[in-house]
């Protein structure tokens, strides 16, 4: 039964970490006073109930990972640090000119990239500059990702020491022939002792990435790198498939076939054996493909149903605004996205001519965000609601009727008001949020623009 609909249903489709998604952005309706004004009236709205997220790419790495569709700059040469956060700070500064108060800042996140590419001392610069025109919200949570193989114990103390309190660590897969695969050599014990060196410096939450359907990876390597997992016992876990979008400029996906990937078959069989190991051990699934134990912050926000999903992934509280700062970086006023330019000399450039640094972006409509609730509700809650009045939207007698195969299939139930995702629908709410992708329905793409849902 479950390959029947692994084969069905395995089928390009977003992830949903926006709506609308990036390729249906509208640009031609889009300019950087109109996102400026979303914000600024975002900001107005939020910042003295909620606060807002802060994102910050660091692109730099110092070698190419196979598997990675992020926006990087391989150098070996950490003359780039000083420049590129000086950068930031100036960019950060132009948005402080929009604001008529200070920011409170509930969230931040350093992404990349490898934000532990830069030296501890230039990373505390960075955030130091950051808050120093800023407030911390009293339940803020900040956090980075941090490479296993070069993440020192100054790494982790410099940004203890300005208000870090979780990191997640890529892991990926234990395996050395998938880890050569993906030009990821990193070691067991590399990772154990960047765990083991954030408890002991106090950092309350401990995260591992770890990704499935990677070229030449087996059941027994995901079997593998699970019970390794176990032994550290991280807090949470991402815990996901393996994106393959070669076509996507600059990703650098290469180094292996399409034919050395394993089946969407093998790929759910992955997962479904990953998740029950992971349960054996006490870990609770949260959302899409992400897993976490009960004394963490994921798990007590998806009890709460404050758990969100923004381009950081899921987190464990909403901020209606959150800036991002750095090359290729999206912001979210929640009325509208803005997403930065993905060249270092360009994200220069226009921050040297006092210029915020956006390429391209979306002002959202009331449709738009009628269906961001409802796809952000099935992400998040795995069910949504909707009455004549409220998010009831002209399309939604045609979505029903694209669900009914899926409630044949036992992915879902329909009630009168809404919809509610089964246990066994869970691992396909990617195509359960589609048919409530109106922009995706009415123009279909023209070419593969998403990674496969399974």
Known sequence: MLSNLVNKYNIAGPRYTSYPTVPYWNNETFSLEKWKSSLVTSFKESNSKEGIS?????????????????????TKQHSVESPYIKAVLKEWHLYLDLFDEKPIIKEMHLGG???TFFSPDNLKLLINGILKDAVVAENYEFSFEGHPNNTTREHLQALYDVGFRRVSYGVQDYNETVQKAIHRIQPFENVKRATDLAREIGYTSVGHDIIFGLPFQTLEHVKETILKTKALLPDRLAFYSYAHVPWIKGNGQRGFKDTDLPSAELKRAQYEMGKELLAEVGYHEIGMDHFALTTDSLYTSMQSGSLHRNFMGYTASKTQAMVGLGVSSISDSWYGFAQNVKRIEDYYELLKDNKIPVYRGHILNEEDLIIRKHILNLMCQFKTTWTQDQLYFKE?????????????DGLLIINPNSIEVTKAGQPFVRNIC??????????????????MTV
């Open 113 to 115: 990239g490898t934000p």
């Open 434 to 451: 589609m048919a409530f992708d109106v922009l995706l329905q009415r123009k279909q793409p023209d070419v593969q623009l998403f990674s």
């Open 396 to 408: 939604l007698p045609e979505t029903l009727l694209q669900l009914k195969e899926m409630e044949a």
């Open 54 to 74: 802060l994102y910050i790419h660091l692109p730099f790495c110092e070698s190419l990972c196979t598997f990675c569709g992020c926006n990087k700059r391989i």
